[in-house]
Nanobody, 125 residues
Framework: QVQLVESGGGLVQAGDSLTLSCAAS????????VGWFRQAPGEERAFLAA????????FFGDSVKDRFTISKNGASNTIDQQMSDLKLEDTAVYYC??????????????????WGRGTQGTVST
């Protein structure tokens, strides 16, 4: 069992940056991959990026690979997603998710077993 808690969401202006953090608790986290997804109103939950809990094997979805990064923050022991040059269409609820396994990065919602409750990110003009 893995518990995930997202933090760092908020209201920002277009062009700003925002960093989201995903804290995890559970056993054998080093065997897990953590992914970030987002869901805007009326849309499907979409994959953004993923990384192994140990900080290896980054992978990005095409829609954000030029603006978002993902990393393991050793100081806070979180998986962070750094988002830059934010646009109005980045407004969504952002979720982190975890799945056991670290050899192959998966990008679909059904591949992930554990989910956080999400954090709202809102971009305004």
């Amino acid at each position: 069992q893995v518990q995930l808690v997202e933090s760092g969401g908020g209201l920002v202006q277009a062009g700003d940056s925002l960093t989201l953090s995903c804290a995890a608790s559970g056993r054998a986290l080093h065997t897990y991959t953590v992914g970030w997804f987002r869901q805007a109103p009326g849309e499907e939950r979409a994959f953004l990026a993923a990384i192994t809990w140990t900080g290896a094997g980054e992978f990005f979805g095409d829609s954000v690979k030029d603006r978002f990064t993902i990393s393991k923050n050793g100081a806070s022991n979180t998986i962070d997603q750094q988002m830059s040059d934010l646009k109005l269409e980045d407004t969504a609820v952002y979720y982190c998710a975890a799945r056991m396994g670290y050899r192959n990065i998966r990008t679909t919602r059904d591949d992930y077993t554990y989910w956080g409750r999400g954090t709202q990110g809102t971009v305004s003009t």
